[in-house]
């Protein structure tokens, strides 16, 4: 079953190389590694699978195509840059309750585990920018975790989480991917390492060929 179709993406920076020049691929449901290192165009990738402007292409998800319903497309997607600063004068417990919205319910159970794992309720009344870099990470991602949208795009989610984290994270991941919503959910993980703690159903290698 393919839950994002991507055909014909093209998109360069004014220096070349093109981080994609007619890319066409079909992704799943299940984990996703976008591999490649530092400064490859991950990140920006995935702001375009999140439907951030391209210089060509055709995206579709959930039966939900970019271009005729662009608003309908964004619902089904999940995806916080991680080092955004759009956050920092509300709450982490605002913040979540915000991104919670989505096209399909959150689920609640899920999240208040996650957070416990992460250890994230004691600090989840205070402003974000009281937060570490790693806290700000946990809340995002205990969202994304929850948010039962179709698309979840996961940009170094590791980064600058304690090791217990971590394992935390692989846990939580593997717990949604088993499930029977993350069973019709997409999780694509931008990473420059490999990802040995969970089964990878494909790989995407960066520089696209």
């Known amino acids: 079953m393919s839950l994002l179709q991507i055909d014909d993406l093209a998109f360069a920076y004014p220096d070349p190389p093109p981080i994609a020049e007619g890319w066409t691929a079909r992704i799943g449901p299940g984990l996703t590694l976008l591999h490649g290192d530092t400064g490859s165009g991950k990140s920006t990738l995935l702001r375009l699978l999140a439907g951030a402007p391209a210089d060509r292409g055709d995206l579709t998800l959930d039966g939900v195509r ?16 991680p080092w955004t600063d759009a956050w920092e004068q509300v709450t982490a417990r605002a913040c979540i309750d915000a ?42 991602l205990a969202a994304a975790l929850a948010s039962g949208r179709p698309l979840l795009l996961l940009d ?22 088993a499930s029977p919503s993350g069973q019709r959910q997409a999780v694509v993980v931008a990473s420059s390492d490999r990802i040995d703690a969970l089964p990878v159903a494909a790989c995407i290698e960066l520089p696209l060929a």
């Open 99 to 140: 991104l919670a919205v989505g096209e399909r319910p959150f689920d609640e159970a899920r999240w208040q585990a996650i957070l416990a794992g992460f250890g994230l309720p004691p600090h989840l009344d205070k402003p974000m920018y009281m937060l570490s870099t790693g806290s700000k990470r946990k809340v995002f």
């Open 66 to 81: 970019l271009a005729d319903d662009a608003e309908a497309y964004s619902s089904r997607v999940f995806f916080i840059e």
């Open 156 to 177: 170094e989610p590791t980064g600058a989480l304690d090791a217990g984290s971590i394992r935390c994270l692989w846990a939580a991941l593997a717990d949604l991917l």
